[in-house]
């Protein structure tokens, strides 16, 4: 099997995205991480992690091994017996001899018994057939997943989670518009789940997306975003001033100004934080993962 290369916000969700290339399940594939994830300014993802998978191999028994193995043991067995005595070869072979004459009468016997061809072929058009099922249809509608649904598996799952890291949690919920809901998550000693730089608490809203994938599949809409204390909304407001003053500085100069690579959530809070300065306006330029933000004056 050839292997597939796959890139991602982190090298786990790199390897959902090769297993989904693959269509086989964690277990059946192996990986080979070809780099991992390289970030700029305010922890945004400067470089997708990369990897590349294919299906394990699985080499079957050769026959060939077998059938050269038994045939050493019937030479090994004939030339002992052959060191054994001549005496004892040749009642042996008188035993054959006589083994082979009733094995021909038998053999003679079942075949007078045996029906032709012919006779064979009209039983069978005689014998009924038996009707064959139906191949069951599948019922491809499936009921879509609400939000609130979603959102209680994504709580769940942290839950679990930050019991492994030995504390406790509270959530909180916000509506983001009709379609996310973002779930802060708070309590003591989350400094291990935030991680540095915030790269932990990212790594987690993606373990969560993963989860929701693989529990509902295609029949869900929207989207849970799971903000472990407070990080993506600390970043968020962060990246609006840092935009702001982006724009002035362009206004300015009058110098169109590019930015660092980012994810299309990203790219969203730029074009909204720059959105009604005069003067200026924004672009999007490049191919995911590489794709970023022009700031530019307006004609």
């Not at 269509?23 to 070809?34: I, M, N, P, Q």
């Not at 079957?60 to 077998?66: I, L, Y």
């Not at 009642?91 to 021909?104: A, F, L, T, V």
């Not at 139906?134 to 649904?149: G, H, I, R, S, Y």
Request: aromatic share 2%.
């Amino acid at each position: 099997m050839e292997w597939v290369e796959s890139i991602g916000d982190s090298i786990e969700l790199a390897k959902e995205h090769a297993l989904d290339r693959l269509g086989v399940h964690e277990d059946d594939a192996e990986f080979d991480v070809l780099s991992d994830v390289k970030t700029g300014v305010f922890g945004r993802v400067k470089e997708p992690a990369r990897v590349r998978a294919r299906v394990r191999p699985k080499t079957p028994r050769a026959k060939e091994s077998r059938g050269r193995r038994d045939r050493g043991n019937r030479r090994g067995r004939q030339g002992q017996g052959n060191r054994n005595g001549n005496n004892r070869g040749n009642q042996d072979s008188g035993r054959r001899q006589q083994d082979r004459s009733e094995n021909g009468k038998a053999k003679k016997a079942k075949t007078d018994n045996q029906p032709s061809h012919s006779q064979q072929a009209d039983q069978k058009q005689q014998t009924p057939q038996k009707p064959k099922k139906k191949a069951e249809t599948v019922n491809q509608d499936q009921e879509m997943m609400p939000l609130p649904q979603q959102a209680d598996i994504a709580e769940d799952f942290v839950r679990g989670l930050a019991e492994r890291f030995g504390t406790t949690v509270d959530f909180h919920r916000e509506n983001i518009g009709s379609d996310e809901i973002r779930i802060t998550v708070s309590g003591d000693q989350l400094g291990r789940m935030v991680g540095h730089r915030g790269m932990t608490a990212g790594a987690i809203d993606d373990l969560v997306r993963t989860v929701l994938q693989r529990r509902a599949g295609s029949a869900r809409n929207g989207r849970v975003r799971v903000d472990i204390g407070g990080v993506i909304a600390r970043r968020n407001e962060a990246l609006v001033r840092f935009a702001r003053e982006q724009a002035l500085e362009v206004q300015d100069s009058g110098v169109p100004r590019s930015l660092e690579p980012m994810n299309a959530a990203d790219r969203k809070i730029v074009h909204d934080a720059v959105d009604g300065t005069t003067g200026v306006q924004t672009i999007s330029e490049g191919d995911d993962p590489r794709r970023y933000v022009v700031i530019v004056p307006s004609e």
